[in-house]
RNA sequence: GGGCGAUUAGCUCAGUUGGUUAGAGCGCUACGUUGACAUCGUAGAGGUCAGUGGUUCAAGUCCACUAUCGCCCACCA
């Protein structure tokens, strides 16, 4: 075998990888008694292409699992796909060029679960041409069957436990994609649009004239009132008027009636803390449901309900003359005929922020429907307590757990009106409304296809199933338990939960971190893992966001791989800091390559020079040689040990990138920059123990360096450590190796203050040679130097 | 409106519990092919650490305020 003058990374890194799967290297072991360092992995939404955001975030968690591998824990590594749910329907939808309803129920899962697979086994090789040290085997994804059998193991056990109900409630509903939705799927956005003033008549408003006043003005003020909507359309559904009660200017009117224009409906005119006086006129009309506060105002003053907007986004016969029209259209017919009635005073453009679906990016409507809900809210207290004994990395991104938490205001929808997800193992009877749950032996149940257990308790045997699917979320937050294989292997998830780690993005902390604390407490009473690690995301090379549509080759992750090679992209994804965005940058994958090729130099000559020494070593010959360490041999030595404690705490703490820096840092210029430098001489013209302590000291560096590389750069330490080193540790892999530990015999604070005179020593010399333009190779006669350590 | 981050060399980023002349890589300038490496090496130029005020013997680091940027949340009649 032996060095090659090149280092071929493609070649080799999947040479490296093809001998890692055919020697089962990543695979679990349940019978390995060592402790257990369990990883939830991240599913992937099956929803595009994979991006370079994914090779940032991910590659950071992996250099993590191979370092608790390296640390001698027993890593448990799945890796899963998120392919059921809203993401993906939307995503074969768009590929498809047709509505999931129009190609209908079964077709569409169908075409649904073939994209999904196609996309999960590109996943798949991707991270494999990265090197990831996943255990394959474990791969699962969450529309699988025992995704679905947990999920809906999941539902039963919060049904049981009482802490998942069903409720016709007002909710936020999705028009274009027909479906309720969560809180944490809502967005923001900007959007032109127009404040109108409306003019609404009092009813009976002559019988409130006080005669001892001016009859005229009198009547002018209390005859009408002027209120300002940015939704005219919702005017047909509109339930009462609101003002503030301290507001002067209508205290007299609270307590009347006013009457809508257009449609003479008689609403009364209320006074709530909640109208901000100095918006528009003071004065609002509540509508079932313009927002969330008209949903407030709908509980606590009980109000009707009138349904006008329909699931299709129309309105609905309650909007008569208008019922059947868009949004959109009635809109524009309402302020038509309001304005040809006299009844629009005003209107004026304005910018309005609304909230949007997160997946379509339509503006969402609140509408009544029923839907299954879990109890979140009751548990807030109990979920930040969850959040607080866990170990966020970095720190600060537990607090925006704790603000989305502190600031819940819906329970958690669960269901949902698509096709491709978990759905509900329940049967509705419509004789008592009352349901039936499947049994848990039926799991996973799809009661369109299946019978119930049993008829309902009042008797009645014609039930009908629930249609709907739950919350992608709903599914994933079991994640857990999922890849744990709760339900298949008992006493296996009983050893692997709670889990050891979870890394994620921060954009996710509100859905996915939160629902699998949610649902850990909610099953087990417990937190999911103990440790959450918090990527940030890649930014493109300009800044901002990456485009998942945009097909950029500087972003492009597989044409990086192919132009660098996995360890230099891996390289770039570790020199992010945890936590950090991070922009896209060549120059740092430039510099991966040329630290590969650094090592591969390095290893290379060391290789040679030490080839005599290695198979000599016994213990007898090690002790003799560490007896004749030189300063400089020593020097090395101790620096490299506190490198090794030093990068070894920088691990632990998930901080990966510094780890990676000070290791590049030992590497490049201490020991090629300058050890190297000072011991070629006795290397080349040296015998003996003088020639065998450099020796020994070159060994010992390099094997330590290439294993403190080993969970950024997996290939090139591989390729270097199966022709140096393996043979003499006995080990199929440097990844399986001990991770090195500081040996303190070997600290010499002495020599390190010596080693910082030599290196002044040397520095100085290559500043005066480098001022008289000579090669560094010139002899010099003598050199004098007023070091202040006279131990040289 | 509230919160969380960030602001350090032309660019991308490090700067640990406050401690001499603030670092790295890239880029730039000059030089050098020395028996691992020109995908290299050496040396150099380049920063009033966003601003103001404060605490301290000492502040890039701690505190307050301000500005700009990013993200999250709330409001959004």
Redesign the pocket.
């Given at each position: 075998m032996g060095f090659s003058s090149?280092y071929h990374a493609a070649e080799a890194e999947r040479r490296w990888q093809t001998y890692w799967a055919s020697e089962r290297v990543y695979e679990f072991n349940p019978d390995d008694s060592r402790p257990i360092f369990a990883i939830d992995t991240p599913p992937p939404t099956v929803s595009g292409d994979i991006h370079i955001g994914h090779v940032y975030s991910y590659t950071q968690a992996e250099a993590m699992a191979r370092f608790w591998r390296m640390q001698g824990y027993n890593v448990y590594y799945p890796f899963g796909f998120d392919d059921n749910g809203l993401p993906t329907e939307r995503f074969v939808e768009k590929r498809l060029g047709q509505r999931a309803r129009d190609v209908g129920r079964d077709a569409f899962i169908a075409a649904c679960l073939d994209v999904s697979r196609e996309v999960e086994d590109r996943f798949e090789a991707f991270w494999k041409a990265l090197g990831f040290s996943v255990d394959w085997r474990l791969r699962y994804s969450t529309i699988d069957p025992n995704a679905r059998r947990t999920s809906q193991w999941s539902f039963l056990d919060l049904y049981r436990k009482g802490l998942v109900y069903r409720a016709q409630a007002p909710n936020p509903w999705c028009v274009e994609c027909q479906t309720a939705i969560a809180?944490?799927e809502?967005?923001?956005t900007d959007r032109e649009t127009a404040?109108y003033t409306l003019q609404f008549q009092i009813a009976d408003c002559r019988l409130q004239i006080n005669p001892d006043q001016d009859q005229s003005e009198m009547c002018n003020l209390q005859s009408a009132i002027q209120?300002?909507?940015?939704?005219p359309e919702l005017l047909p559904a509109c339930v009462a008027v609101?003002v503030h009660p301290d507001d002067s200017r209508y205290a007299a009117l609270v307590g009347h009636e006013a009457i809508t224009p257009l449609f003479g409906r008689r609403v009364p005119i209320l006074a709530d803390a909640?109208?901000?006086p100095s918006?528009?006129t003071?004065a609002?009309?509540c509508c079932t449901f313009?927002?969330?506060?008209d949903v407030m105002w709908w509980r606590e003053h009980q109000l009707p309900l009138i349904p006008l907007v329909t699931r299709q986004g129309r309105l609905s016969e309650d909007g008569s003359p208008y019922a059947g029209l868009t949004l959109r259209q009635a809109r524009e017919r309402i302020v038509a005929d309001l304005r040809e009635a006299g009844a629009l005073l005003d209107e004026q453009a304005t910018v309005?922020?609304?909230?949007v679906h997160e997946r379509c990016g339509t503006p969402l409507e609140i509408l009544e429907t029923s839907q299954w809900f879990i109890r979140v809210l009751d548990a807030k207290a109990a979920l930040l307590a969850a959040g607080r004994q866990i170990a966020w990395h970095p720190a600060?991104m537990h607090?925006?757990y704790e603000?989305?938490v502190s600031?819940l205001?819906w329970d958690w929808c669960i269901s949902r009106q698509r096709f491709f997800g978990v759905p509900f193992p329940v049967w509705h009877c419509d004789a008592c409304g009352g349901v039936v749950l499947a049994d848990e032996s039926q799991l996973p149940v799809d009661p369109m296809q299946t019978a119930p257990p049993h008829p309902c308790a009042c008797g009645n045997a014609d039930l009908r199933p629930d249609p709907d699917v739950m919350d992608t979320w709903a599914t994933s937050s079991v994640s857990p338990q999922i890849a744990g294989q709760m339900l298949d292997n008992p006493a296996l998830f009983e050893r692997l939960f709670p889990m050891q780690l979870r890394p994620q993005a921060?954009?996710i902390i509100?859905t996915w971190a939160f629902y699998t604390i949610a649902k850990s407490h909610f099953h087990f009473g417990t937190i999911p893992w103990e440790t959450l690690m918090i990527s940030g995301h890649a930014?493109a090379p300009a800044?901002g966001?990456i485009s998942k549509s945009k097909s950029n080759s500087a972003v492009d992750p597989a044409a990086l791989i192919e132009r660098y090679g996995a360890d230099a992209l891996r390289y770039w994804a570790c020199?992010?800091?945890i936590g950090?965005?991070?922009?896209v940058?060549e120059?740092?994958m430039?510099?991966g390559?040329?630290l590969v090729?650094?090592l591969w130099?390095?290893a290379?000559?060391i290789g040679l020079q030490i080839a005599d020494y290695i198979f000599q070593i016994d213990s007898d010959n090690q002790q003799s040689t560490i007896c004749n360490l030189q300063w400089s041999d020593r020097f090395l030595l101790s620096s490299l040990q506190r490198l090794v404690a030093q990068a070894t705490g920088q691990f632990r703490a998930y901080?990966y990138a510094?780890a990676l820096?000070a290791t590049e840092?030992f590497f490049?210029?201490t020991l090629?920059?300058n050890y190297?430098?000072w011991v070629?001489g006795r290397l080349?013209?040296g015998a003996g123990m003088e020639r065998a302590a450099a020796q020994w000291t070159l060994h010992q560096a390099l094997l330590i360096l290439l294993k403190l590389f080993a969970p950024v750069m997996p290939h090139i330490t591989e390729e270097i450590y199966q022709q140096l080193f393996a043979h003499e540790e006995s080990c199929r892999s440097i990844h399986l190796s001990a991770w090195p530990v500081p040996d303190d015999t070997l600290l010499d604070s002495e020599a390190e203050r010596v080693g910082m005179a030599l290196l002044a020593l040397t520095?100085a010399a290559?500043?005066w040679?480098?001022?008289r333009?000579?090669?560094?190779?010139a002899e010099l006669a003598q050199m004098t130097i007023a070091a202040d350590d006279d131990s040289l």
């Open positions: 090149r809180q944490a809502m967005d923001d404040f209120i300002a909507t940015t939704r609101f909640a109208v901000d918006k528009g003071g609002v009309m313009g927002d969330t506060t309005q922020t609304v909230r600060h607090t925006r603000h989305w600031n205001n921060h954009d509100r930014l800044g966001k020199s992010g800091s950090a965005d991070q922009q940058d120059t740092l430039k510099q390559v040329r090729t650094k130099n390095a290379r000559f901080d510094a820096e840092r490049w210029n090629c920059d190297l430098e070629k080349y013209d520095t290559r500043r040679k480098t001022a333009q000579l090669s560094l190779g």
